[in-house]
């Protein structure tokens, strides 16, 4: 016996976009995330999001939720898998606010950016991306950021998953890249294990954990202003050949 799919239609909004015409990985795999869990308030189990291709901006796109899998799909095309994992996955470290703040001034993109029109990493508008733009932390192999959450991120239920998605996406691939360089993400597991808040202040940290031919991975993780750790993720980026 067969379980049916539960279809629905996803078209993800063009402010959303992270390499120009697509959207930004973090926000789709945040919203697989959300798919999976609910959008249950607290800590929620880890989620595992491949990304097989790029995903369309302003397309009517269709969500397909199983009991353990959700699926999204141009068409027949395959765009992207969740899953749940039994994993808790762990920070990168802490770094203060004030110091992730800081090490903004480093960004490699504020010297040349593969993709400024980015909704996480990119040079938008105050309000508009999320701007973070992370930095080398001295005496260390950490990049962090200084987040002070927008209003204009925010729903009546708070910060959606779609945007930590995003927070924690970008991240883990300036943790290796210089100016101009770039790859594309292909897999992103994230865990929310707290409550963010509208207008709070948070130190979003990653680190580079190795490298294998063309693929980079990295760990991030978005942090309270005393230390706790509110979500973290895992990422696998493709460099271009």
């Given at each position: 016996m067969t379980?049916?799919?539960?279809?629905?239609?996803?078209?993800?909004?063009?402010?959303?976009?992270?390499?120009?015409?697509?959207?930004?990985g973090g926000w789709i795999?945040?919203?697989?995330?959300?798919?999976?869990n609910g959008g249950r308030s607290g800590s929620r189990s880890a989620?595992?999001?491949?990304?097989?291709?790029?995903?369309?901006?302003?397309?009517?796109?269709?969500?397909?939720?199983?009991?353990?899998?959700?699926?999204?799909?141009?068409?027949?095309?395959?765009?992207?898998?969740?899953?749940p994992v039994t994993e808790d996955l762990e920070g990168p470290g802490f770094v203060p606010f004030?110091?992730?703040a800081r090490a903004e001034a480093g960004f490699a993109g504020l010297r040349k950016?593969?993709?400024?029109?980015?909704?996480a990493c990119g040079l938008r508008e105050p309000g508009d991306g999320l701007r973070i733009f992370p930095g080398p932390v001295e005496?260390?192999?950490?990049?962090?950021?200084?987040?002070?959450v927008p209003f204009t991120v925010t729903d009546e239920d708070g910060?959606?998953?779609?945007?930590?998605?995003?927070?924690?996406?970008?991240?883990?691939g300036?943790?290796?890249?210089?100016?101009?360089?770039?790859?594309?993400?292909?897999?992103?597991?994230?865990?929310?294990r707290g409550e963010i808040l509208p207008g709070g202040r948070y130190s979003v940290v990653a680190r580079p954990t190795g490298r294998d031919g063309r693929k980079l991975y990295g760990q991030s993780g978005i942090y309270e202003v005393d230390g706790t750790l509110v979500a973290a993720a895992k990422a696998t980026w493709i460099a271009p050949r």
């Open positions: 379980t049916a799919a539960l279809q629905t239609v996803l078209t993800v909004p063009k402010r959303f976009r992270g390499p120009v015409g697509v959207a930004n795999a945040g919203t697989m995330e959300e798919a999976l989620v595992e999001v491949t990304l097989h291709a790029p995903t369309p901006l302003e397309t009517e796109l269709r969500l397909d939720h199983m009991a353990n899998s959700a699926s999204l799909f141009h068409g027949d095309k395959l765009l992207v898998e969740a899953i004030n110091d992730a950016h593969p993709f400024a029109e980015c909704f005496g260390s192999d950490l990049v962090a950021a200084g987040w002070r910060v959606p998953a779609s945007i930590i998605g995003a927070v924690l996406d970008c991240i883990t300036w943790a290796h890249f210089g100016p101009g360089e770039s790859a594309l993400l292909g897999r992103l597991t994230l865990q929310i």
